[in-house]
């Protein structure tokens, strides 16, 4: 690679402007093309992937820019109490289901992957890598490296997890016929964490506050049930 394109490569515009031209043409190909699957952050993934190895440029110059994007997860996550205060007395009416709820969703996520990775006889560090995979990615890293397990492996659960909630939950809906809109932004919070909330969001603003709400709920229950599964 020539300097003057490993200068451009190497700068964090490049990775901030690649994200951000990748995700506006993942909304244009959903918004023309009204499938499921065109998942803006998909075709996004697909087309920042398929651009690094055809160019070869390497993840770290890529990555100079991703680390100012990953600066906004936090606060990010945080705007999701906007949508929460709006419905903050069916939030107090409700209380005990949806904690209740929540905390089944996030024993059920944590004992599917533990049984699944003694069935598929995966060791220590695999486990305690997967078991946080359905809360949002500051809690899921720290649980992860507070159990020694790899950070890496953890994002790319957190990541599937999310993108695959984000996908496929309005079909879920539909299939089942969950007319609850208080249900349906619980189990999308509970499951697929905020990728999944931006989608709840898009469901209705009940669906939004829920699933918003169950992400903080669901961070505490996983926190504490890992205590007991690590």
């Not at 993942?26 to 651009?51: E, M």
């Not at 990555?63 to 945080?78: H, K, R, S, V």
């Not at 898009?202 to 690590?230: D, N």
Request: positive net charge; hydrophobic residues 50%.
């Amino acid at each position: 690679m020539s300097p003057f394109f490993e200068q451009i490569f190497s700068s964090p515009y490049f990775g901030i402007a690649l994200s951000a031209g990748a995700f506006w043409i993942g909304v244009k190909v959903q918004k023309k093309t009204g499938w499921i699957i065109c998942n803006p952050l998909v075709i996004a993934i697909v087309i920042v992937a398929g651009l690094l190895l055809a160019l070869k440029i390497p993840y770290e110059f890529y990555n100079e820019g991703g680390q100012i994007i990953n600066m906004f997860l936090g606060p990010a996550t945080a705007c999701l109490a906007v949508s929460i205060y709006t419905r903050l007395e069916l939030l107090k009416k409700h209380w005990l289901p949806i904690v209740v709820g929540s905390a089944c969703g996030s024993l059920t996520s944590m004992a599917s992957i533990w049984v699944m990775c003694r069935l598929f006889k995966l060791d220590e560090v695999m486990t305690v890598s997967l078991l946080p995979k359905s809360v949002t990615t500051p809690i899921a890293v720290s649980i992860s490296q507070n159990g020694g397990g790899m950070v890496p492996v953890t994002m790319m659960a957190v990541l599937i997890t999310g993108i695959l909630g984000s996908v496929f939950s309005p079909l879920l809906i539909r299939i089942f016929k969950v007319d609850d809109p208080m249900a349906a932004g619980l189990s999308i919070g509970a499951c697929s964490h905020a990728l999944g909330t931006s989608k709840a969001v898009e469901l209705g603003e009940t669906q939004g506050a829920m699933s918003g709400l169950t992400i903080g709920i669901c961070g505490v229950m996983t926190v504490l049930f890992s205590l007991f599964m690590m």
